[in-house]
């Protein structure tokens, strides 16, 4: 199954979340989201891990395939990658992964339940590096009030980036926030997680030489 095969399911006139061979698409520019309820694509008896920014997906089917008692969510905005996870799902046979076409802030706060999540994973999220652009950065108050409600008690926050400037203010962010405490100690970060796991993004960065940045919170 190549990537081509999936085939956008309706036209922009016509758009409506909906889910389109095991894609669960939820459109750019809609705001009747309230209307819309895909619970039932959730099972009810396995731990939930969610990762944003999906890219094109080699992390997180890796973690599908590797962690089959866990149910993954595949969050993506661009539908040109989103073929790809779903190509790799259908062409692997993975099972327990539900990939998201669609904005992680709309996503989040619309579509999951209260205390679904475990964990959610944010790996190398467009930095958007000049400053008039900053505003559009993922991990802001919005995001993470929204993740605050979506995950556990206990329940995990994990960030991946290479972006020194952006993994700041990614941990200026959490520490505002009085239910998530760093799980690691000052500077909140470390440069090397052995079997993190590997996606495209980092590879990339790797071979450029870039640092990264791993930054864990928890929910009180």
Not at 25 to 37: A, G, K, L, S, T
């Amino acid at each position: 199954m190549k990537p081509k095969n999936l085939k956008f399911p309706f036209t922009w006139e016509e758009r409506t979340p909906a889910v389109h061979e095991g894609v669960l698409i939820v459109p750019q520019y809609f705001e009747d989201h309230q209307n819309y309820d895909f619970s039932h694509l959730l099972p009810k008896d396995r731990p939930v891990s969610i990762e944003y920014c999906s890219g094109n997906g080699h992390w997180i089917t890796e973690k599908a395939k590797t962690h089959s008692d866990r149910f993954w969510i595949a969050v993506e905005k661009q539908f040109e990658r989103v073929r790809k996870i779903w190509s790799k799902m259908r062409n692997e046979g993975i099972e327990n992964l539900l990939i998201v076409c669609g904005e992680a802030l709309t996503f989040t706060q619309y579509y999951l339940s209260e205390n679904l999540a475990d964990e959610i994973f944010v790996n190398f999220p467009d930095p958007w590096p000049k400053n008039r652009h900053s505003k559009h950065r993922l991990i802001q108050f919005p995001f993470i009030e929204a993740l605050s409600k979506v995950v556990k008690t206990g329940g995990h926050a994990v960030y991946a980036t290479d972006d020194p400037e952006y993994a700041d203010q990614m941990i200026e962010e959490m520490e505002k926030h009085p239910l998530w405490e760093s799980v690691f100690p000052k500077p909140h970060y470390i440069s090397d997680w052995d079997k993190y796991g590997w996606s495209w993004f980092q590879d990339l960065w790797e071979k450029k030489g870039r640092n990264f940045h791993f930054i864990q919170y928890r929910l009180k």
